[in-house]
């Protein structure tokens, strides 16, 4: 089965961490302010990408001289820290990042430094925590946060990069989203992700002409289906005044074009007028043949039905 678009994000954002072997921490703290759980002792994390679950743990050795247990099953892994002690620190260690972790994208650092940063943040959240529609389909890109200073945070991230998500609550969840797809190619842009965004871009792209080819078929679908409407009922309007013997009454100026739609009833307005002789514009076909039209409907049944 070929891997979804998600699944090739997902590949391409580990790639990018795995680059960065000076800076563990960052992205630490990043997926755990995000998607960590405590219950009673025991701390818990669980990802579907066991080497992302691997790599926390190892961040975890380096950062924190402790080794926890992964967890390996079918669908999932996770990695627990069952020390008290521990437990507390990280979570004071998140908190005050919580607070403070916006000065690793702030305007004194350099601009490759900052931009390495955002990349970290970024890439690291939506491994923890993202989830993103494949782009065929409609756009949507999602995190389910566990806590509300995660929501907090993030969400100011997002407003420092000009990122607009929406909030809502959901089964315990905080949850930050988008349907815009600029603001998902954005998104993808200041993560690093090149070749994800390259490959969102050619989607976009392909369905917005899909889109717009659509409304071009549709819009000339309708206007051949009011001209076919149109032509129907002024046809039936002249053959109702050739039947009651109205018809040769007619001046010449109604009597041509009343012929003309007869003989022609594919033919538009413009292309009745074009084909009098002289020739009118549409606003003088379209007055004579509302003459017709009310000429019929007082002498006769309603043309509507």
Request: aromatic letters at 10%.
């Amino acid at each position: 089965m070929q891997p979804s678009f998600s699944q090739n994000l997902r590949h391409e954002f580990f790639a990018l961490l795995s680059e960065q072997k000076q800076n563990r921490a960052l992205p630490l703290w990043v997926s755990l302010l995000a998607a960590f759980r405590i219950q009673g002792r025991e701390l818990h994390f669980s990802s579907q990408n066991q080497n992302f679950v691997e790599y926390l743990a190892q961040a975890l050795d380096e950062v924190y001289q402790i080794q926890v247990e992964v967890n390996v099953t079918k669908s999932r892994s996770s990695l627990y820290l069952e020390d008290l002690d521990t437990a507390r620190r990280l979570r004071a260690d998140l908190e005050q990042f919580a607070q403070t972790g916006q000065a690793y994208i702030g305007p004194d650092l350099g601009q490759e430094e900052r931009r390495n940063n955002i990349a970290l943040i970024l890439s690291s959240l939506f491994l923890a925590a993202g989830s993103l529609a494949s782009p065929q389909d409609f756009y949507h890109l999602e995190f389910s946060l566990q806590r509300t200073l995660a929501q907090a945070f993030f969400q100011a991230v997002f407003a420092d990069l000009g990122l607009k998500f929406k909030e809502l609550r959901h089964q315990g969840y905080y949850v930050l989203y988008t349907k815009d797809g600029q603001t998902i190619a954005d998104f993808l842009l200041y993560s690093g992700a090149n070749q994800g965004l390259l490959n969102f871009e050619s989607l976009r792209v392909e369905k917005e002409m899909y889109n717009q080819v659509n409304r071009v078929v549709n819009c000339d679908s309708a206007n051949a289906q009011r001209l076919a409407d149109s032509s129907a009922r002024q046809r039936k309007a002249i053959l109702h005044l050739k039947a009651c013997g109205e018809y040769a009454k007619l001046p010449d100026n109604l009597k041509n074009v009343a012929k003309l739609r007869l003989k022609y009833p594919e033919l538009s307005l413009t292309e009745l007028g074009q084909a009098l002789d002289p020739p009118l514009g549409k606003s003088g076909v379209n007055h004579r043949m509302q003459k017709i039209l009310d000429l019929a409907e007082r002498i006769g049944p309603d043309l509507e039905a």
